[in-house]
């Protein structure tokens, strides 16, 4: 079983509300992601969490706050969001960080928009 | 940082012929992962190649990983409307788990 699970599948938010994103694998694996995608474009690097603590914050805004309750479980927080925030976000795990060989196994993504 | 360089960006064709895309760095990766993406979709993953020279076939997608591990290619035989997709290349991951994407090469197989 290779599957990683989002909800939502699609949100809309104004730009005052707060929101949250949630993530979960029964992998077992330690090292989770976070990444936006906009249309056509790869997918960017958000946050690496590597056994439930936060190892890469690629210069993300405070406007997105992450956390990783448990080892399965990996939430995105959204709160006074942008229009160009409006993307496709990708939540993905592998096993372990570190290990050159380490497979990463996307979810299926939430729509945002925001208004 | 470690460049990858995906083309082509857009391949349009018939049902029923075949395609190739490449993805090529000047900097050697440990490993290389293949990703097919559709619309609203997250990528799925297709293939981990990880030795130099190293061939792996999926049914009519055939991978294979340049003897120096800084190149890969993808080649799809016999291409069906099912195969349409945003095609991704990956390399790495680094120590730090992040991954190398390449731009990625928009499929459309017209029947």
């Known amino acids: 079983d290779t599957e990683v699970t989002q909800t939502p599948k699609h949100l809309v938010m104004g730009m005052t509300n707060k929101k949250s994103l949630k993530c979960e694998q029964h992998?077992?694996?330690?090292?989770m992601y976070w990444y936006k995608q906009k249309a056509k474009k790869p997918p960017e690097l958000m946050f690496v969490?590597?056994?439930?603590?936060?190892?890469i914050n690629e210069s993300v805004p405070s406007r997105f706050s992450p956390e990783c309750p448990n080892s399965s479980l990996l939430n995105l927080h959204l709160h006074a969001l942008q229009p160009e925030d409006s993307a496709l976000y990708l939540c993905?795990?592998?096993?372990?960080?570190?290990?050159?060989?380490?497979?990463?196994?996307f979810g299926p993504g939430t729509r945002l928009l925001v208004l | 940082t470690q460049l990858l360089e995906q083309s082509p960006q857009f391949l349009s064709i018939q049902e029923g012929e075949n395609l190739t895309v490449y993805c090529n760095s000047s900097?050697?990766?440990?490993?290389l992962q293949w990703y097919r993406q559709e619309p609203g979709e997250g990528p799925v993953l297709l293939v981990t190649v990880v030795t130099g020279g190293e061939v792996k076939k999926l049914k009519r997608l055939t991978f294979q990983f340049g003897d120096a591990r800084k190149d890969s290619s993808l080649h799809i035989t016999a291409a069906q409307p099912g195969d349409t997709g945003l095609y991704l290349c990956a390399g790495g991951p680094d120590s730090w788990g992040k991954l190398q994407f390449g731009a990625g090469t928009q499929v459309v197989v017209t029947p």
């Open positions: 900097s050697v990766f440990s490993s």
């Open positions: 992998m077992g694996h330690r090292a």
């Open positions: 969490y590597s056994y439930e603590k936060l190892s």
């Open positions: 993905a795990s592998s096993q372990v960080t570190g290990l050159a060989t380490q497979t990463q196994y």
